[in-house]
């Protein structure tokens, strides 16, 4: 139910407040092929295994501070930028997430394609702890729009989100999922909910009805804020628990999380291992292209600052 995963693998090419001269090096690291691929996570993966060249970034950004120091690498010959969604030692609770630095970060470092290992609870049967979900839809119930979006302060957009998840993305992750994992099921909604606490058996009951199939508090944000950077992404979630509906089961704790974690940890490193080498090269997905048609605001409109903010995203339009 939790989201967890964090810590990792990230490169930083930016300079501290100038957000349009990193937006300048990212376009250099494009036309050399070096799209990179973006892993955040929670609770229970704090590391990822196998990465090479190793580098530590603390990266500031026109939202805020990201969750953590961003860390960048190579695996299987593709640059690898990871971030700890909850900050290392887990000292963030889902409603602490700067989300938007955290994607911020994450795009004015190229990354392109981007996997959100998330920890969820699980609203049916069939969807077992310790199983893998690759969901296909969202419900997102946050009810804090406004720190979830890039734009406003005089740039106006609207990106579709009919399908919040990268379909491309969803079945390179799915491929590597099924090489690595006894159980995998392919589509299902994540329900985003307000933490920290665990759902009541009525709001579990609801959700249910809802049509959600798992349960989790930080998806949905990252989700759309990758829609709005141009970033294709899906989300492993990694079930923990049956929440708190299932009568013949002991509702969620922490400590029932945790145990499921550990387990579901190790299983989560080798999928990503395999990721690595199915992801193309060049970022050619519709969810790369989200913002062709999406800017409602006339470019000679656009407010200095805003644009300058937002350059790792409008980079192509100025």
Known sequence: MLDHLASGTLEVCILAGCPAINYATNMIATANGESAIGVIGGSGLYEMAGLE???ARAITTPFGEPSDKLITGWLGGRRVCFLP????????????????????AMRSLNVRWLISVSAVGSLRNELAPRDIVVPDQLIDRTGTAAKHTF????????????????????????????????????????????????STRAEAAMHRLLGADIIGMTNGPEAR???????????????TDYDCWKIDEAPVEASTVIENLQSNSTMAKRILQQLVTLVPAIPNSESHRALAN?????????PEQTAQDLAPLLGRFM
């Open 53 to 55: 060249k190793i580098e």
């Open 85 to 104: 969604r909850h900050g290392v030692g887990h000292r963030l609770l889902p409603h602490e997430i700067n989300h938007r630095a955290n994607i911020w």
């Open 151 to 198: 734009f406003g302060r005089g740039i106006a957009a609207h990106v579709g989100f009919a399908d919040p998840y990268c379909g491309d993305l969803r079945q390179v992750l799915l491929a590597a999922a099924r090489a690595a994992a006894p159980v995998v099921h392919d589509g299902g909604t994540y329900l985003c909910m307000n933490g920290p606490a665990f």
């Open 225 to 239: 804020l990758c829609r709005e950077a141009e970033i294709a992404a899906a989300t492993l979630a990694l079930v």
């Open 294 to 302: 999406a800017v409602f605001t006339p470019r000679a409109m656009w």
